[in-house]
């Protein structure tokens, strides 16, 4: 048909991605890693690897590979996990700041309950031992998704202002627009884009 036609995909940085990495080279658009975290502590603490040096050690290798065979590489990156403070998050913020160059965008949000997660299971003892605390109003109870404040001094709004912070300081106006224009919709500046970083549950939070 002589058409042009790529696509994205998702995959885990631990995953078996080093079977299929090089039959994606110019087929491949976009690859999205879900790395949510480069902290170890936070990382063990939502059970996302039992080995945080391996799993960061696979991340800056997938990254790598990836990028270099032209395949945009996106990132998830979820700020305001439980007992989140400082510290973890300059762990995250080092960890991207080192690996920037084969890093193309991120995505970043704050912690959000969804129903039937396994994360609800450990709420309890993490609101018990940080002080954590699931948010309600009529709008989160109306679509089944619950704002958590990470601890007593870091909320849900500190959050989405730091993943805010991250989406500006590592991504480009065209890079990021440029592949994300189909779910942004169209903007005409660069101002626009501050649209896709506001997280709508900040503001519709009583």
Known sequence: LG???KFMASTRVDSGWKKYVDD???LCDQMHFGLESGSPEILLRMKKTSSPKKYLESAKL???EFHKRGVHVALNVL????GENEKTLHETEDF???NRGNIDSIR???LILFPGSPFGHDLKKFCKRFGSRMRNNKYSEKIHAHPIDAS???TFEDAALYGRGLMRKFNSFEKFYGYYKWLIGPVNSKKGLLFFGEENFVKLLD
Do not use: R
């Open 62 to 64: 997938a990254f790598k």
């Open 3 to 5: 058409l042009d036609i």
């Open 24 to 26: 994606l080279e110019g």
């Open 79 to 82: 700020t305001g996990f439980c």
């Open 108 to 110: 970043s949000h704050p």
């Open 152 to 154: 007593s001094s870091f």
């Open 96 to 98: 991207l700041e080192e």
